[in-house]
């Protein structure tokens, strides 16, 4: 009786280990032109499936520029229109950033004032 006490403890134990790597939130990113056709992007240990506009992921990070812009660089450029899970959204100057937009606005004042 003493093994099958000690088995089941290594189960209890084991699966309050494993129980919070499922309880990762889903995102969801919201493309701003849909993808031809199903596409996986793999960025910061997080696997997107993308089918028209809408990538999917059970991510283990918080929607924040960082992670945004490293799947637009794995992506090869697509352009976000929303990141986030649903409760946890970047704001729109937050999905911006992530496209690049304020930097090159930013780069394109400076250089017409030179």
């Given amino acids: 009786m003493s093994a099958l006490r000690s088995i089941v403890a290594a189960a209890v134990l084991s ?8 309880a990762r939130d889903i995102y969801t990113i919201r493309l701003a032109t849909p993808v031809a056709e199903a596409t996986r992007v793999i960025a910061l240990n997080t696997i997107w499936d993308c089918n028209g506009d809408t990538c999917v992921a059970r991510a283990d990070h918080g929607a924040n520029v960082r992670s945004c812009r490293q799947f637009v660089r794995e992506s090869n450029g697509l352009r976000i229109a929303s ?32």
Wanted: hydrophobic share 30%; with cysteine.
């Fill in 15 to 22: 699966a309050t280990f494993v129980a919070p790597a499922f």
């Fill in 83 to 114: 990141y986030g899970s649903d409760s946890d959204q970047l704001s729109g100057d937050e999905v911006a950033r992530c496209n690049g937009e304020t930097l090159q606005a930013a780069t394109s004042s400076q250089s017409s004032n030179d």
